[in-house]
């Protein structure tokens, strides 16, 4: 058995990522909720060769907010089962003494290297103008392994922020020893919803990927279960109800994630 948690903390944040519609749809999901108290302030690629992101204030958590850009599966899951893909290890220039051992999804680091140093100038900006040390980085899918990948950078070049990472449907990033460096270093809830969404299991184990530890499921009755330990196997967790791809429905994806659906 695992244990219950409440959904309402971790689903705040969740909706204030769906909310921010400053720049109309370029990181927001249709008819999305409105968050006016949200102080946008930077943004950047262009959705195709680099995804979407935007750095804003969140009055009500008193955090700033760094948001990615979501995928629908028929971009993800190509990414993600391309053979051409494979584990390598971090760039030292951008992760500077983590070890070799430690490696990722090659086709999540080219692309998450394509922006964590205008995040990161960004989120200083932000951090100055708003008087915080409190940064919350979020994103759903593909954005949800960019968010884990600029958490572990932020970690390395903002030792002293108080940073947490929220993702949302996110594929596995790397192997064993990342998982490992993550659960020891990164404060980290993954939520992945009650369904059949395949994108938390893939890519698969047998390739040598591994979640961290942090799960969080959301059952059918809207609660939030935590799943102890890294890709927990417990019926109640992710791998446990998807337990091969081929039972699993792409159209689960997109939610919902306590009542919202995430529409591209």
């Not at 108080?162 to 020893?177: C, D, E, H, K, T």
């Not at 404060?187 to 799960?215: A, C, Q, T, W, Y």
């Amino acid at each position: 058995m695992v244990p219950s948690l409440t959904c309402c903390a971790a689903f705040a944040l969740v909706a204030s990522l769906m909310s921010v519609c400053f720049a109309a749809t370029i990181v927001c999901p249709r008819k999305a909720p409105t968050n006016p108290g949200f102080k946008p302030v930077a943004s950047g690629g262009d959705g195709d060769d680099v995804q979407f992101w935007y750095v804003g204030y969140d009055p009500s958590f008193n955090t700033i907010i760094v948001g990615y850009q979501g995928t629908g599966t028929t971009k993800i899951l190509p990414i993600i089962t391309d053979l051409e893909f494979f584990l390598e290890s971090l760039d030292s220039s951008l992760f500077p003494g983590i070890g070799s051992n430690i490696e990722v999804h090659s086709g999540f680091k080219k692309a998450q290297a394509d922006t964590p140093t205008k995040v990161l100038s960004s989120v200083k900006t932000a951090m100055s103008a708003f008087s915080t040390t409190s940064v919350t980085l979020v994103g759903h899918s593909l954005g949800g392994a960019f968010a884990l990948l600029d958490r572990v950078y932020f970690d390395l070049q903002l030792p002293t922020v108080s940073l947490s990472v929220i993702s949302y449907g996110m594929p596995r990033v790397g192997n064993q020893a990342f998982a490992v460096y993550v659960g020891a270093h990164v404060s980290m809830s993954h939520v992945n919803n009650s369904r059949k969404d395949p994108v938390p299991i893939l890519p698969g184990r047998f390739l040598g990927f591994h979640h961290s530890s942090g799960e969080k499921h959301i059952t059918d009755s809207n609660a939030l279960v935590a799943s102890p330990g890294q890709d927990n196997d417990d019926n109640q967790c992710t791998v446990g109800e998807v337990r091969s791809i081929l039972v699993g429905d792409p159209d689960d994806h997109s939610g919902p994630y306590d009542g919202i659906v995430i529409v591209f």
